[in-house]
T-cell receptor, first 115, second 114 residues
Framework: AQSVTQLGSHVSVSEGALVLLRCNYS??????LFWYVQYPNQGLQLLLK??????LVKGINGFEAEFKKSETSFHLTKPSAHMSDAAEYFCAVSSFSGGYNKLIFGAGTRLAVHP | NAGVTQTPKFQVLKTGQSMTLQCAQDMNHNSMYWYRQDPGMGLRLIYY???????DKGEVPNGYNVSRLNKREFSLRLESAAPSQTSVYFC?????????????FGNGTRLTVT
């Protein structure tokens, strides 16, 4: 069965610093991996996704993630944090069975950005 | 674009009361989902529906029922609310097809059961 582990429930960075949010997955089949972002009092929005092909995936707002099969990881990075990046971030793996796309989410990492 | 609309936004119930959370999407998606979000636990799937007339249990279905009323609407019912059901509930929809199709989420319903 697929599962996702996010390391660090809270991450704090300075504005302009590198953002690194860690995600490891477990999957018995080639995984489809996602990062979603949740701003306060809102639903989740897709940030980026990995399906097949290029292992470095670029998303919205300057975020990117690299799929590393050997490390079963899909860490999210952004070179320079902005105050508007403060949000909760969820890594997810797609569990596709019976024609249904179900997402298995990690517990989330709350990113704080301070001046 | 409305996307996925959930009502109500907030609700307070007493233990044992019942209520229905409503969800509608205007993107012509086939699949719809109900998740609950609890601190430190991420989102957990309660029920999902691949198409009209079909529903299936997710990870945490106990205490809930669902109805896929038509292609647009997917409701979640709590028959006898319990404090353990205090949570934020999210409805989502997606195209049925390739497994890489993203989910589109509503803004959530914040439910407190006292």
């Amino acid at each position: 069965a697929q599962s996702v582990t996010q390391l660090g429930s809270h991450v704090s960075v300075s504005e302009g610093a590198l953002v690194l949010l860690r995600c490891n997955y477990s999957s018995s089949v080639p995984p489809y991996l996602f990062w979603y972002v949740q701003y306060p009092n809102q639903g989740l929005q897709l940030l980026l996704k990995y399906t097949t092909g290029a292992t470095l995936v670029k998303g919205i707002n300057g975020f990117e993630a690299e799929f590393k099969k050997s490390e079963t990881s899909f860490h999210l990075t952004k070179p320079s944090a902005h105050m508007s990046d403060a949000a909760e971030y969820f890594c997810a793996v797609s569990s596709f069975s019976g024609g249904y796309n179900k997402l298995i989410f990690g517990a989330g990492t709350r990113l704080a950005v301070h001046p | 674009n409305a996307g996925v609309t959930q009502t109500p936004k907030f609700q307070v119930l007493k233990t044992g009361q019942s209520m229905t959370l409503q969800c509608a999407q205007d993107m012509n998606h086939n699949s719809m989902y109900w998740y609950r979000q609890d601190p430190g636990m991420g989102l957990r799937l309660i029920y999902y529906s691949a198409s009209e007339g079909t529903t299936d249990k997710g990870e945490v279905p106990n205490g809930y029922n669902v109805s896929r009323l038509n292609k647009r609407e997917f409701s979640l019912r709590l028959e006898s609310a319990a404090p353990s059901q205090t949570s934020v509930y999210f409805c989502a929809s997606s195209d049925m097809g390739p497994p890489d199709s993203p989910l589109h989420f509503g803004n959530g319903t914040r439910l407190t059961v006292t």
